[in-house]
Nanobody, 129 residues
C-alpha cells in the first residue's frame, strides 16, 4: 500500500492562491491505477470531500463549494498530485488530506461519496488576514 504526504504553505490571505502537493511513496500511482483526491476538515465541522482525479487523469470531480476555484492535477512520472486553490476564503481554512484508492469505480462522482482506502496525515491551511 502506498503512503501519502501532503505539503505546502500553511497561511495565506483571503483572495490569494495556494498550492498543496501530495507526494506518493511505496508504490506507483500509475501501475496501481490509483485515483487521488483531497478532503478537508474544518474545526467543528464534518469532513468534506473536495475534489478527485481518476487514475489516468481523464476524469475529475469537485465539491460545489470549490468549483471554479480549486483544480487538481497529477504528474504520474513524479508520483505527485497537486491541489491548486485560487480565490481563497476564510471558510477554506481546514486540515487538508490527500487520499488514494485503486478501485475502478472511485471518483466517478463527488469524492465524499466514496470510502477512500489510503489517507495522508493532513496539512493545515489557514486563510486569514
Amino acid at each position: 500500500q502506498v503512503q501519502l504526504q501532503e505539503s505546502g504553505p500553511g497561511l495565506v490571505k483571503p483572495s490569494q492562491m495556494l498550492s498543496l502537493t501530495c507526494t506518493v511513496s511505496g508504490g506507483s500511482i500509475t501501475t496501481s491505477d490509483y485515483a487521488i483526491g483531497w478532503f478537508r476538515q474544518a474545526p467543528g465541522k464534518e469532513r468534506e470531500g473536495v475534489l478527485c482525479i481518476s487514475s489516468n487523469g481523464g476524469r475529475t470531480n469537485y465539491a460545489d463549494s470549490v468549483k471554479g476555484r480549486f483544480t487538481i492535477s497529477r504528474d504520474n512520472a513524479k508520483n505527485t498530485v497537486y491541489l491548486q486553490m485560487n480565490s481563497l476564503k476564510p471558510e477554506d481554512t481546514a486540515v487538508y488530506y490527500c487520499v488514494a484508492d485503486g478501485s475502478p469505480y472511485i471518483c466517478r462522482g463527488p469524492p465524499g461519496r466514496y470510502n477512500w482506502d489510503v489517507w495522508g496525515q493532513g496539512t493545515q491551511v489557514t486563510v486569514s488576514s
